[in-house]
């Protein structure tokens, strides 16, 4: 089974500056996806960026990017021109890419770390 | 309109009752799944569906059940509710395939208290 964890209970960071949170996995899979998801305190699981383990490049989607060491199994997020409206929890989640294309032999889901608060000082 | 949809938003219930949990969605999707969310743990996966026909359980099935009555739709049930089932419930979709990269899309959620 796999494991995802965040070992960043709570960040804090001044707007327009720039943060990281962390996140490392466990797997015997070579095949998989990472996500990282941001929960508003309106509830809503909103997707932020996604890498996918085959491609060496690091992810990026405006001022989020990823840091993604698949030797180290580690996914981190940056964030950077931090905005009032980053404020939420982020969830780091990983998911087999073999299950994603068929449904036999295999558990499917996403399996997620405990999540980062993240706290916006303005 | 919401892809995804969940209904009740809120629920307060007592122990013991039976309550379904609702989720539809509109966007075509063969694969769904039913996550706990409980503050300082995460989601946890409750049950999934790869089609009508398919359901497994997941990582904390226990005290729940679901139906998939059609693609479109996804139920979770506890049959007599316990107060350590009081969480946020989330659904969520995804499709099936190469090329897909994995996302899933979620609900908006149901807020589950059980006295």
């Known amino acids: 089974a796999q494991t995802v964890t965040q070992s960043q209970p709570e960040m804090s960071v001044q707007e327009a500056e720039t943060v990281t949170l962390s996140c490392t996995y466990d797997t015997s899979e070579s095949d998989y996806y990472l996500f990282w998801y941001k929960q508003p305190p309106s509830r809503q699981m909103i997707l932020v960026i996604r890498q996918e383990a085959y491609k060496q490049q690091n992810a990026t989607e405006n001022r989020f990017s990823v840091n993604f060491q698949k030797a180290a199994k580690s996914f981190s997020l940056k964030i950077s021109d931090s905005q009032l409206g980053d404020a939420a929890m982020y969830f780091c989640?990983?998911?087999?890419?073999?299950?994603?294309?068929?449904?036999?032999?295999?558990?499917?889901?996403?399996?997620f770390g405990k999540g980062t608060h993240l706290i916006i000082q303005p | 309109d919401a892809d995804v949809t969940q209904t009740p938003r809120n629920r307060i219930t007592k122990t013991g009752k039976r309550i379904m949990l609702e989720c539809s969605q509109t966007k075509g999707h063969d694969r769904m799944y039913w996550y706990r969310q409980d503050p300082g743990l995460g989601l946890r996966l409750i049950y999934y569906s790869f089609d009508v026909k398919d359901i497994n359980k997941g990582e904390i099935s226990d005290g729940y059940s679901v139906s998939r009555q059609a693609q479109a739709k996804f139920s979770l049930s506890l049959e007599s509710a316990i107060p350590n089932q009081t969480a946020l419930y989330f659904c969520?979709?995804?499709?099936?395939?190469?090329?897909?990269?994995?996302?899933?899309?979620f609900g908006p959620g149901t807020r589950l208290t059980v006295l």
């Open positions: 989640a990983y998911r087999s890419a073999v299950i994603s294309v068929y449904s036999g032999g295999g558990a499917d889901g996403l399996t």
């Open positions: 969520a979709t995804s499709e099936q395939g190469a090329g897909v990269l994995g996302e899933q899309f």
